[in-house]
């Protein structure tokens, strides 16, 4: 059995409503996003080239990347389309008391 390990991340009200946001957490770069009053946690640099995603576009739940328009589903980190051919890591959210905290894992 894996134990997670709770990271306070960033005030809830800071991410914004289907959009993306960047912060770093623990010197890890990564994403948040607001889709549908749900959280959601990326990796903020595409695998396929060194963009952030907090520059690109939210659509529902895909982030479109800014740099060649390839696409991640943001709730699972699944590439899906070209030019991307591997997934976005994700990471385990919860709120509690108005703060958003990720499970970084092995960091």
Not at 4 to 21: G, H, K, S, Y
Not at 83 to 104: C, S
Request: aromatic fraction near 8%; proline fraction near 4%.
């Amino acid at each position: 059995m894996t134990t997670q390990l709770w990271t306070d991340a960033v005030a809830l009200e800071a991410v914004p409503d289907e959009d993306v946001m960047a912060a770093a957490v623990l010197g890890r770069e990564l994403a948040f996003y607001g889709v549908d009053g749900q959280v959601y946690v990326t990796d903020n640099i595409c695998t396929h080239g060194h963009a952030r995603l907090s520059d690109g576009f939210l659509e529902g739940t895909e982030i479109e990347c800014p740099l060649h328009q390839g696409k991640f589903d943001v709730c699972s980190g699944k590439a899906m389309c070209a030019p991307l051919t591997v997934d976005i890591r994700t990471y385990p959210v919860k709120i509690e008391n108005g703060r958003v905290y990720v499970d970084l894992g092995d960091i």
